[in-house]
Antibody, heavy 121, light 116 residues
Framework: QVQLVESGGGLGKPGGSLRLSCAASGFTFSDYYMSWIRQAPGKGLEWVSY????????YHADSVKGRFTISRDNAKNSLYLQMNSLRPEDTAFYYC??????????????WGQGDLVIVSS | QPVLTQPPSASASLGASVTLTCTLSSGYNNYKVDWYQQRPGKGPRFVMRVGTGGIVGSKGDGIPDRFSVLGSGLNRYLTIKNIQEEDESDFYCGADHGSGSNFVWVFGGGTKLTVL
């Protein structure tokens, strides 16, 4: 079955860096676009980043553009999120999700359990 | 880009039915929307995709037949029949929007469903 497992979260300092990883299994990772979505504690979902199956095309939300970078290693079935210049408002659970396409649109059909990032001095 | 609006809360008694609404901003009548369920302490899971013609594609893994969708105008609905305790969750609608070299994925604020 499809499994997505995030890791690398924890406590980061303002201005500091963290790197999240997502290990994928149960499907052909290199066939799918992938995404990161975050959720501040007690708040709603916020899309962060999106990457094509080959990794050649990436998109980032305006709130993280220039600070966060999404990437992938298809040989390792892994998705990454490099987070630099961290801010307290980046504190959230970070979910990786698989994106599928149907009828001209995309949807997030499998999600991980999430990893908590806390940005505090 | 579209804006998705959801009422913050809804409630229904055990065994009853409830309809949750997601409203698209003006001009996005043809957009499809995805519903996601998030149980307390868990990651979200895909429920199903809905357009003006109803369900698009298939339901997510393990989504029971009690869940159904409809779409009309700017509204996209998720109906749950014979509500069970396990249905108490936050429900989010979402949609992707690509325009030229730009891309965003937007979500509604979520509706917290309480089972009475």
């Amino acid at each position: 079955q499809v499994q997505l497992v995030e890791s690398g979260g924890g406590l980061g300092k303002p201005g500091g860096s963290l790197r999240l990883s997502c290990a994928a299994s149960g499907f052909t990772f290199s066939d799918y676009y992938m995404s990161w979505i975050r959720q501040a504690p007690g708040k709603g979902l916020e899309w962060v980043s999106y990457i094509s199956s080959s990794g050649s095309t990436v998109y980032h939300a305006d709130s993280v553009k220039g600070r966060f970078t999404i990437s992938r290693d298809n040989a390792k079935n892994s998705l990454y999120l490099q987070m630099n210049s961290l801010r307290p408002e980046d504190t959230a659970f970070y979910y990786c999700a698989r994106a599928s396409s149907f009828s001209g649109g995309n949807y997030l059909d499998y999600w991980g359990q999430g990893d908590l990032v806390i940005v505090s001095s | 880009q579209p804006v998705l609006t959801q009422p913050p809360s809804a409630s229904a008694s055990l065994g009853a039915s409830v309809t949750l609404t997601c409203t698209l901003s003006s001009g996005y009548n043809n957009y499809k929307v995805d519903w996601y369920q998030q149980r307390p302490g868990k990651g979200p899971r895909f429920v199903m995709r809905v357009g003006t013609g109803g369900i698009v594609g298939s339901k997510g893994d393990g989504i029971p037949d009690r869940f159904s969708v409809l779409g009309s105008g700017l509204n996209r609905y998720l109906t749950i029949k014979n509500i069970q305790e396990e249905d108490e969750s936050d429900f989010y609608c979402g949609a992707d929007h690509g325009s030229g070299s730009n891309f965003v994925w937007v979500f509604g604020g979520g509706t917290k469903l309480t089972v009475l």
